[in-house]
């Protein structure tokens, strides 16, 4: 199996940076793509192919790739970004097309 | 708008076979690859399977490889899971995935439904 490796929780004050990683053997060769999911609620796409953000995804929201690690990094941390974070790729042999991260909890102090 | 409605979940029992639907609506519904991504209770998101635009490519989880058929009706813009020998470990949240191309290399998700309830259980 191909497995992508999250770190389960990350904790910050409200306005400082927070940075999720995520890593796995494959990721300098695959994009990375990252979604939130409040509690209730579908995944929203908030990063994809490393670094690109979707319309109507706020600023603060960066993704950045170095070599078997991607980063997603929330700059100036909002109550509302507290949320699960799930960093999703693919393996580089196409065996395994889509595979989730475990998730990180953040937690908004 | 884009919108995705799942329907079809609900409780069975193990062993028995459930079909999940998706209803697309605000997009051109055969232009883009689909998927089925699940959720357990209190877990994190795990991908089911994904097709083509045209259903000439499919995908499935090792999880459930010979169980779960995929297929899609474009001319209805709908998404099916047929879902065969139901275990507990399926009990999900079944959602619904847009991916933003048309196949399944590169594969992401840029639309999401609510999800559909199945819960396998005797």
Same mark, same amino acid.
């Given at each position: ?34 979604y ?6 579908a995944p929203v796409l ?42 999703q ?9 889509v ?11 | 708008?884009v919108?995705l409605?799942e *329907?079809?979940? +609900?409780?069975?029992?193990?062993? %028995? ?5 998706c209803?697309a ?7 883009y690859a689909m998927h089925w991504v699940r ?6 998101l795990?991908w089911v399977s994904g097709i ?10 090792? *999880?459930?490889? +010979?169980?779960?058929?995929?297929? %899609? ?6 998404l ?14 079944y959602y619904c995935a847009k991916d933003e ?6 594969a992401y998700f840029d639309y999401w439904g609510q999800g ?7």
């Amino acid at each position: 199996s191909y497995e992508l490796t999250q770190p389960p929780s990350v904790s910050v004050s409200p306005g400082q940076t927070a940075r999720i990683t995520c890593s796995a053997d494959a990721l300098p060769k695959q994009y990375a793509y990252w979604y939130q999911q409040k509690p209730g609620q579908a995944p929203v796409l908030v990063i994809y192919k490393d670094s690109e953000r979707p319309s109507g995804i706020p600023e603060r929201f960066s993704g950045s790739s170095s070599g078997t690690t991607v980063t997603l990094t929330i700059s100036g941390v909002q109550a509302e970004d507290e949320a699960d974070y799930y960093c999703q790729s693919a393996d580089s042999s196409g065996t395994y097309p889509v595979v989730f991260g475990g998730g990180t909890k953040l937690t908004v102090l | 708008e884009v919108q995705l409605v799942e *329907s079809g979940g +609900g409780l069975v029992q193990p062993g %028995r076979s459930l079909r999940l639907s998706c209803a697309a609506s605000g997009f051109t519904f055969d232009d883009y690859a689909m998927h089925w991504v699940r959720q357990a209770p209190g877990k994190g998101l795990e991908w089911v399977s994904g097709i083509s635009w045209n259903s000439g490519s499919t995908g499935y989880a090792d *999880s459930v490889k +010979g169980r779960f058929t995929i297929s %899609r009706d474009n001319a209805k813009n709908s998404l099916y899971l047929q879902m065969n020998s139901l275990r507990a470990e399926d009990t999900a949240l079944y959602y619904c995935a847009k991916d933003e191309r048309d196949g399944l290399d590169m594969a992401y998700f840029d639309y999401w439904g609510q999800g559909t309830l199945v819960t396998v259980s005797s």
